[in-house]
């Protein structure tokens, strides 16, 4: 139950819960002082997550057989209290209770005041009374102010994690956000989908300067987790380096979000990057065009790319230092060349991509590449011209590096669109990616 406040804390609003139950004996509560300590904690806990519980005590009348030490009422007044809910004596008194909790949730009061927060984890009592005779007030006990990071339980520090991972606005963090970009990827094994971030110094300075956990969560449409992985590590100067952190799953067709979080494992101060990707059916026949990985030269750093491994988010495996497995679908990565995530500077002259193309059932295809830029909203398509650097075959795919010379671009959003058309049947495909010019 005390972990179940918990969890509830990461929920916002109030929450109710109605607790049909015999309660603790008096006795209990008496002799066995940790457990008393332990059941006002979990009551405490309740309160401060915005929970008040209306507890019902299905003993009923029939407690009026039982001795005072063994009867539950006081433990279910207690929960009650605390929580800033209401006790109701005799579960055979429907109307009572039904009148009494819709009265209590249907109309209530919020207040509040500013308070020093203080990172020591105690519990600070509240008390409220109103001036106007005849009124019973319901109210929370108290609050608990945060603790440091280090004094969190297992279980708690799951809590943290999962509200950075599936809450856009984690309730007691505001987390770095991170560019991000997810590709699917097709080859003769089936369908892929490689994610990735990079790690701007200014905004992690003070998230990376201790040991850094860095985890991965990816779920499907119907809000099933089908992978996570975590990895606990020491991030190199990204003052020096410029960092990209990837992974590369295996899913079915379908619609995904993934999140990427890293986190100082002192203070709990944290990182994330998110996103959603579409991995399509695969083609049975005509032209696929994978989704480009977008390439800009790199300053004066070089790129390092690490890469999250393991079974699952128990493993804690460390992180692979190489770019084995990203190179397998883009094989012109060079520590020269950074990825693109959803920005380009506005001074840049050319842009670089890797592009994945495969033929199905086209006999005799000769395919011709063409691309264009298009402002958003509106605007007019602008063609760009086009110049195949490198290229190699791997299995069925053709993987090719491509580079477009970039006019110079107004501040904004812009559309580029990569177009492959096969000269003898005229089938084409395309794919797009959205960018920013800042």
Same mark, same amino acid.
């Given at each position: #139950? +005390? ?24 006795? +209990?509560? %008496? ?14 806990? =309740? ?81 409220? $009374? ?5 009124? @019973? ?7 608990? @102010? ?37 590709? /699917? ?52 100067? &990204? ?21 990427? &979080?890293?986190? @100082? ?5 944290? %990182? ?9 059916? /695969? ?17 004066? $750093? ?6 999250? +491994? ?12 190489? %770019?084995?497995?990203?190179?397998? =679908?883009?094989?012109?990565?060079? @520590? ?16 670089? %991509?890797?592009?994945?193309? #495969?033929?199905?059932?086209? /006999? ?23 110049? &195949? ?39 084409? +495909? ?9």
């Amino acid at each position: #139950m +005390t972990e179940l406040a918990k969890t509830l804390r990461y929920i916002p609003g109030n929450k109710n819960i109605v607790f049909f139950s015999a309660g603790y004996a008096r006795s +209990t509560l %008496a002799r066995d002082i940790m457990f008393q300590k332990n059941f006002e904690d979990m009551c405490k806990q =309740f309160g401060s997550s915005s929970c008040p519980i209306y507890t019902v005590n299905t003993m009923g009348s029939r407690s009026r057989f039982m001795s005072p030490d063994d009867r539950g009422d006081q433990s279910l007044q207690n929960l009650a209290a605390f929580s800033g809910g209401q006790y109701f004596e005799d579960v055979a008194k429907v109307e009572k209770i039904e009148t009494g909790i819709q009265n209590a949730i249907g109309n209530y009061y919020v207040l509040g005041y500013s308070i020093d927060e203080k990172w020591d984890g105690q519990f600070h009592e509240i008390k409220v $009374k109103v001036k106007r005779e005849g009124c @019973n007030v319901s109210a929370q006990s108290g609050y608990y @102010n945060p603790k440091p990071f280090t004094e969190f339980s297992e279980f708690e520090k799951q809590l943290h994690l999962m509200d950075l991972a599936f809450n856009e606005h984690p309730q007691f963090q505001s987390p770095f956000e991170l560019p991000f970009i997810a590709l /699917p990827c097709r080859d003769e094994s089936g369908t892929h989908l490689v994610f990735m971030t990079d790690l701007p110094w200014e905004g992690l300075k003070e998230i990376i300067r201790q040991q850094t956990e860095v985890v991965y969560v990816v779920i499907d449409q119907d809000d099933n987790v089908i992978e996570s992985k975590r990895g606990d590590v020491q991030i190199p100067d &990204i003052s020096k380096k410029q960092v990209v952190y990837y992974g590369i799953i295996s899913p079915k067709p379908g619609a995904y979000d993934c999140v990427m &979080i890293l986190r @100082n494992l002192v203070t709990g101060k944290a %990182a994330r990057a998110r996103g959603a990707a579409t991995v399509s059916q /695969p083609v049975l026949s005509g032209l696929q065009l994978d989704s480009p990985l977008l390439l800009v030269p790199t300053g004066d $750093k070089d790129v390092a790319y690490f890469r999250l +491994t393991g079974k699952d988010n128990k493993d804690k495996e460390a992180v692979d230092t190489s %770019a084995i497995g990203l190179k397998d =679908f883009f094989p012109f990565l060079s @520590n020269r060349l950074v990825p693109v995530m959803d920005e380009i500077q506005r001074e840049t002259s050319r842009v670089l %991509a890797i592009v994945r193309s #495969m033929v199905f059932n086209v /006999p005799n295809a000769d395919i011709e590449f063409s691309a264009s830029l298009k402002p958003s909203p509106g605007g007019e398509e602008v063609p760009l011209s086009l110049s &195949i650097l490198n290229g190699k075959r791997q299995g069925k795919a053709d993987i090719l590096l491509l580079e477009f010379p970039f006019p110079e671009l107004k501040l904004g959003e812009y559309t580029l669109t990569i177009v492959a058309m096969d000269k003898n049947s005229e089938a084409k +495909t395309e794919v797009s990616r959205t960018i920013r010019v800042i």
